[in-house]
């Protein structure tokens, strides 16, 4: 059981730019919003999933694309949002939505100064490798802003797949 479970979780910014149907063309970058996780996720069943960042290999192949091919699945466990979440600035976090085919779910948002990952402390430093301070890999479910799981891979995707989320709901 992770250190995590039951506590809540930080209240911190995340940006992303809401989906339109303009955004489809690649020639429209659309608008960064934020929201605070306190006052979005109270009352709400959420998954969190954290990538190192996005168009990267693994995040890309393996880790992202089953929690979008499972959203209907997640929704009808109760999960109200599905938020994929890297360092990654907002207009990146967009195209890269975009590519995988993603349009309003998951929604794809920027952990701002990976506050939300360093309050969990769940980061990786790929500074050496010239990315600086990253999220981690992992993937949480929050419910009415408790956690009610929390699996984070140093590697390969075990704890943090869709497939473990699922099984957690």
Request: hydrophobic share 35%; aromatic share 8%; with cysteine.
């Amino acid at each position: 059981m992770s250190s995590l479970q039951g506590s809540t979780i930080p209240n911190t910014t995340f940006v992303y730019i809401p989906y339109s149907p303009e955004l489809a063309d690649k020639k429209t970058s659309g608008s960064p919003t934020s929201f605070q996780t306190h006052d979005r996720w109270k009352g709400k069943k959420v998954v969190i999933v954290a990538v190192p960042g996005a168009f990267t290999p693994t995040c890309t192949s393996k880790h992202v694309p089953p929690f979008i091919e499972k959203l209907d699945e997640l929704k009808s466990k109760g999960v109200d949002e599905l938020v994929v979440i890297s360092a990654n600035d907002p207009f990146v976090q967009s195209a890269w939505g975009m590519s995988l085919g993603a349009k309003e779910a998951p929604i794809f948002a920027q952990d701002l100064n990976v506050e939300f990952s360093k309050q969990i402390d769940a980061t990786l430093d790929l500074t050496q490798k010239g990315m600086g301070l990253r999220t981690g890999r992992y993937a949480m479910i929050v419910n009415d802003l408790k956690v009610d799981y929390f699996g984070r891979d140093p590697n390969e995707v075990q704890l943090s797949s869709a497939e473990t989320v699922l099984s957690k709901l």
